[in-house]
């Protein structure tokens, strides 16, 4: 991927076909004591080359739009498009496809293999792609560099800080050169110093041509995205740009989409 400034990182809406839509979408949750509205008709577009931030408290709805994005939940009703394609039109087996090589997904508590390494959590995805041996080990190496971790490679979770686990978490989410990044509270168990961290090489992968959508409930965090998306009761409650999202530093990575897309 070639580097992008700032403004060609946000593409203009109305003359390109989104990289994510979703129209009339909701989700209800069967319970005992009767139905749980997670979504009610949400209406949302990010083009390619965005960086947002999808904000509201706990209950509102956004970490089950991202699970819907992310393939690992199907929506009750309306429609979702990932670059013009139907996902609901999708099989299980497309789906999975769709989730390994088109989509990276960063959460909130790493989900590393405790007794594999650094290199061998990021291989992961590889293997299933169908990519083995060196040449899954030299991409999983170079996702490892992107992020400022290639001396850790050999290095097992326990033997690395929270920061340091969720840069391998990041090079895992970007090492088959996914279309989308989606982070669910990627911040969410970090210090303010580590945060800012996390927060440069995504903005690095961002203006590398990475589009990621991010789930925070953290106005902090929010602040380093130029569009920020807030969700109460399971709907857009406002959508809005961000013209000065903050700039954040002290991330000692290289060009982080280079030799891994």
């Excluded at 290095?155 to 690395?160: A, R």
């Amino acid at each position: 991927m070639q580097a992008t400034n700032g403004a060609a990182a946000t593409p203009d809406r109305e003359t390109q076909l989104p990289r994510i839509r979703v129209a009339g979408l909701t989700k209800r949750y069967p319970m005992p004591a009767g139905d749980v509205q997670a979504l009610r008709g949400v209406d949302l577009a990010v083009q390619a080359g965005e960086l947002v931030a999808v904000m509201g408290p706990s209950g509102s709805g956004k970490s089950t739009l991202l699970h819907i994005l992310a393939c690992l939940d199907r929506p009750t009703s309306g429609q979702y498009w990932l670059d013009g394609t139907p996902v609901s039109k999708l099989s299980v087996r497309q789906l999975a496809r769709v989730r390994n090589r088109r989509i990276g997904m960063v959460f909130q508590s790493f989900n590393l293999l405790p007794r594999a390494s650094a290199l061998e959590n990021v291989t992961l995805p590889l293997l299933y792609a169908g990519v083995t041996g060196k040449p899954a080990e030299e991409r999983a190496a170079l996702a490892l560099a992107a992020v400022g971790l290639a001396e850790r490679a050999q290095n097992h979770p326990n033997q690395l800080s929270g920061g340091q686990q969720q840069r391998v978490a990041i090079a895992r989410s970007l090492v088959t050169g996914p279309a989308i990044i989606l982070a669910d509270e990627p911040t969410g168990n970090l210090d303010t110093k580590t945060s800012e961290e996390i927060m440069a090489i995504l903005q690095q992968l961002n203006q590398a041509g990475a589009t990621i959508v991010l789930v925070t409930h953290e106005p902090d965090i929010a602040a380093y995205c130029p569009r920020i998306v807030r969700f109460a009761d399971g709907q857009v409650a406002e959508d809005v740009p961000n013209p000065t999202p903050r700039q954040a530093s002290a991330a000692p990575v290289r060009d982080a989409a280079e030799g891994v897309a």
